[in-house]
């Protein structure tokens, strides 16, 4: 039976906390089922308690979580949007990141922020952004950013048993996505990124709602003669550069591809990276997709201008072919 | 020591001991700092430690305890390692972080120190996260936090008192009011004199105390602790003390005038227990050896501290992650 990406967070969270009485849920709204229906049920089943409703207070209830991970809680905070973490800054960035090194080893904080991000539907520049670049320039943070309902389970389940603090960015357009997850589902390592098609002419590295389009671009691509190798990032800190660098030595050319604006996104890391390490390896420039340099707009016909899609990664690989 | 009770003539004296350790301690990091010995900006609590040692009393080793960038007072009242502290402010191998965290992000988990933080305001909402952590796990234990006036002025301040009384958390806020943030006076900062004020509309008990009195600390701080381990919630003590020292070690306090600073020097809480002590029948010259030994068990762990192993460079990237990513 099929289930929807909320549908299988849920259950993620629902045997999370089940398993482990130190796991509690805690955001606005979390106990009625949070603006979006993941956390549906759960105070009901595991008390009122474990699933707690709190204020619209960003920084206080990032700090709170951070503080109840210090002392052996496993917080899973939802922060509604990602936009909304501007408020949860100072503890992630300066707190929750860094507790562990500036207490020499000491202490730990191992949190869960799950959040949502990426545009669809006319949300607009407030509640649209990706801003997962922001966070993969702290050392410390964990960022996972899941591409399917599938993948969401087994990544939530092992940032919530991680000892590091994560940020979980889930994206609203991958809501609705279906699938049907398998039994015993074997757990994912975290910082580890995953071929999900492989292919021989060109390496696609994509995440998060990205992948589908990636996909698809590679399906197009195929009826070109062009094969793509496709790489599902996963965690994208600590990034897997391994698994990059394994894919690049046998295509030898690179498209990066994500939602996020283009200027300082992790694209621009990743191929920086590549350029380095693997220069001897390209017969071509690593290119990126990304979101060009403007906010989200509201209007459907701007937004769906603005957004990058298959149309622009079937555009890159092209260019890259010669 | 139990909550409610009077403070015995030992006891107190043991705190008079402490108060002459933080004072030392503080002393010696100016010093060091001047000879440039110590890395970065340290800030003194000198002047302030009744606060410190007055609630630290009340404290055990499982209560845990949130402070500051000027929080050397609270750790040592807390009862951490004098030689430990000073090494971790002297950035060595020994400190109580290796060197990692230095004197704004002092650390001692064993001892329920859980941390200093130098960005103003952020240590509230840790501190009620552990008295959440303690509430969920059926704990006993409580949380406190000392913070500084300057604080209020942040959105975390009201967001984390709102809903430490909302969940009924047993934590224990403690602001040092010192008159000042950062170089500015209170005036210029707010319109609201005394930060207990602040409590109201939140209906969370709240007092202003006489913070560089000992035995007035001493005595509100056990009452605000012995609420908060029945379960009553969260209580905010405003301590009205005076940092003796500039903001950081070379500040230059063109803010103040020297009559501020001397009228302020006979209210040092260090004289003021002296004289409640003589006045008990403890000899002074008692009193005086005392405050010699708790000087001299500073100064020598401070010669250890110096002489203590430098970090490693090789081990600049320790620590970052667990060792699952690492």
Redesign the interface.
């Known amino acids: 039976m099929s289930q929807s990406f909320i549908e299988i967070l849920r259950r993620a969270l629902d045997e999370e906390l089940a398993r482990d009485p130190a796991v509690?849920l805690l955001g606005e709204d979390v106990a009625a089922g949070g603006a979006f229906g993941v956390t549906r049920g759960l105070a009901q089943k595991h008390g009122a308690?474990r699933v707690?409703n709190?204020?619209i207070?960003e920084?206080?209830?990032?700090?709170?979580?951070?503080?109840?991970?210090?002392?052996?809680?496993r917080?899973v905070l939802e922060i509604m949007f990602i936009d909304f973490a501007t408020l949860s800054l100072?503890?992630l960035v300066?707190?929750s990141a860094?507790?562990?090194?500036?207490?020499?080893?000491?202490?730990?904080v191992p949190m869960v922020v799950r959040t949502q991000a990426g545009a669809a539907g006319g949300a607009a520049a407030q509640h649209s952004q990706s801003l997962e670049s922001w966070f993969v320039h702290v050392?410390?943070l964990?960022v996972v950013a899941p591409s399917s309902p599938v993948e969401a389970y087994g990544l939530l389940k092992s940032s919530i048993r991680?000892?590091?603090p994560v940020l979980f960015v889930e994206h609203k357009r991958l809501y609705t996505m279906r699938e049907t997850l398998p039994e015993n589902v074997e757990l994912p390592?975290?910082?580890r990124a995953r071929v999900t098609r492989p292919g021989e002419h060109v390496t696609l590295i994509a995440y998060s709602a990205m992948l589908n389009s990636a996909h698809e671009a590679a399906n197009q691509l195929a009826e070109e003669g062009i094969s793509v190798e496709v790489i599902d990032l996963r965690t994208l800190l600590?990034l897997d550069m391994a698994t990059i660098a394994t894919s690049i030595t046998k295509t030898h050319r690179a498209v990066i591809a994500h939602e996020a604006v283009q200027t300082g996104g992790l694209g621009a890391e990743i191929a920086a990276r590549i350029g380095s390490e693997l220069f001897d390896e390209l017969d071509a420039p690593v290119t990126r997709v990304g979101c060009p340099f403007a906010p989200i707009p509201f209007a459907p016909e701007l937004e769906q201008a603005l957004l990058p899609g298959t149309a622009d990664i079937v555009r890159a690989v092209r260019g890259l072919m010669g | 020591m139990n909550d409610s009770a009077a403070p015995s003539i030992d006891a107190l004296l043991e705190m008079y001991r402490t108060l002459w350790r933080i004072r030392t301690f503080e002393s010696q990091v100016q010093r060091l700092a001047a000879a440039g010995e110590v890395p970065g900006f340290p800030h003194l609590s000198t002047g302030q430690e009744a606060v410190a040692v007055g609630v630290c009393a009340h404290l055990a080793r499982e209560d845990v305890l949130f402070t500051s960038h000027r929080g050397h007072g609270h750790v040592l009242a807390k009862g951490s390692d004098v030689e430990a502290t000073f090494a971790e402010v002297l950035g060595r191998e020994t400190g109580v972080c290796r060197g990692r965290g230095g004197s704004m992000h002092l650390v001692d988990a064993a001892n329920g120190v859980l941390g200093a933080t130098g960005v103003v305001a952020g240590n509230l909402a840790l501190a009620a996260g552990a008295a959440w952590a303690a509430q969920a796990r059926g704990a006993k234990n409580i949380s406190v936090v000392f913070f500084g006036d300057g604080a209020t002025g942040a959105g975390a301040f009201h967001e984390t008192i709102n809903l430490a009384v909302l969940w009924k958390l047993p934590v224990l806020f403690v602001c040092e009011n010192n008159g000042y943030a950062e170089f500015t006076s209170r005036e210029e900062h707010s319109n609201v004199k005394f930060v207990s004020r602040f409590a109201e509309p939140y209906e969370m008990p709240a007092k202003t105390i006489d913070g560089n009195d000992v035995l007035a600390v001493l005595a509100a701080a056990g009452e605000a602790i012995r609420k908060l381990r029945n379960g009553e919630g969260p209580y905010l003590l405003e301590c009205m003390t005076y940092r003796m020292a500039g903001h950081y070690v070379g500040d230059a306090q063109q803010y103040r005038s020297k009559e501020e600073l001397a009228a302020m020097r006979e209210k040092d809480p260090i004289e003021r227990l002296k004289k409640h002590l003589v006045k008990n029948g403890v000899p002074e010259s008692r009193l005086d050896s005392i405050g010699e030994s708790g000087k001299d068990e500073v100064l020598r762990a401070v010669e250890r501290a110096r002489a203590a192993q430098r970090p490693n460079p090789a081990g600049v990237l320790d620590y970052v992650y667990s060792a699952e990513l690492s």
Do not use: F
């Open positions: 509690h308690q707690r709190t204020p207070s920084a206080a209830i990032t700090g709170l979580a951070t503080g109840a991970a210090l002392c052996g809680l917080p100072d503890t300066n707190q860094k507790y562990r090194y500036m207490s020499g080893g000491q202490l730990a050392p410390g964990v991680l000892g590091d390592q975290i910082g600590p």
